[in-house]
């Protein structure tokens, strides 16, 4: 995957990130995380893996309430923040270092359920992921996520929507990654449920600037993975949604 600023570009990236895009912390090796437990099993063996946004923290899932709501409703999941910031994007080891730092841990743990739930480019990195990695998680909820540019998008709505779309045949260079991706949500929409495809959950502000990419994969998706509220790409909206989610997503309850 090549830098995410040179597949964004400047004007895309002004308007993806929630801060200025000068500023990077540096890409740590391992990945920094922060885990919460579920306190009503000895050994839970679902586990949430949390992905921010772009220059989010992970601490803001504490803060704006994921981590609690998760909680209150008694779920007998483990939770775990993944601090991928943008640097693991620009240096192009977002993908290695959540495969090598939380999911193989996760799994030689013994999870048997694994959720990624990215909000933005932590929606996109979910998706990149399992493109690029396939099979190894459960399901996947995007919240608001980035899905390319709007070249790619308005191409695929003139052509009357994802399953319209005539996708490009043939390997890809690594660097057409939203193509790519496109592609293989494509193909996912049109997998039955029982191809051990995993679950996707697409959630966003029906203002949100990204909300034009987001109807058009909504519309490949079944009615009851979408969900949408007023508001555009901020905390108050995902909270909602989230709490929208967690409403139906097939999570074990505490005994």
């Given at each position: 995957m090549t830098s995410l600023f040179r597949i964004l570009g400047p004007a895309v990236c002004a308007g993806l990130l929630l801060s200025g895009c000068s500023f990077l912390r540096p890409a740590s090796v391992p990945l920094a995380t922060d885990w919460d437990r579920a306190s009503c099993s000895a050994?839970?063996?679902?586990l949430l893996v949390f992905?921010?946004?772009?220059?989010s923290t992970i601490d803001e899932f504490?803060?704006?309430?994921?981590?609690?709501?998760?909680r209150q409703r008694r779920l007998a999941a483990d939770i775990v923040m993944?601090?991928?910031h943008m640097a693991y994007y620009n240096n192009r080891t977002v993908i290695d270092r959540l495969e090598a730092d939380v999911l193989l841990p996760?799994?030689?743990?013994?999870y048997r359920a694994i959720w990624l739930v990215g909000i933005s480019v932590g929606g996109f990195g979910a998706l990149i992921h399992e493109e690029q990695m396939p099979g190894g998680v459960t399901g996947i909820v995007a919240l608001a996520?980035?899905?390319?540019?709007a070249e790619l998008t308005g191409q695929i709505a003139r052509a009357g929507g994802l399953a319209a779309w005539q996708a490009p045949t043939g390997p890809l260079p690594s660097e057409q990654v939203e193509t790519r991706l496109w592609r293989w949500l494509q193909a996912q929409a049109k997998l039955p449920a029982a191809a051990g495809t995993p679950a996707l959950y697409?959630?966003?502000?029906?203002?949100d600037r990204f909300a034009a990419s987001h109807r058009l994969l909504a519309a490949a998706l079944p009615p009851q993975h979408v969900f949408t509220t007023p508001?555009?790409?901020?905390?108050?909206?995902?909270?909602?949604?989230?709490?929208q989610a967690l409403a139906v997503l097939p999570l074990p309850g505490c005994p």
């Open positions: 050994k839970a063996d679902t992905l921010p946004g772009a220059y504490v803060r704006e309430g994921f981590v609690q709501e998760v993944a601090d991928a996760a799994r030689a743990a013994g996520p980035y899905l390319g540019q697409l959630a966003y502000g029906t203002e508001g555009g790409h901020d905390w108050a909206p995902w909270r909602r949604l989230w709490q």
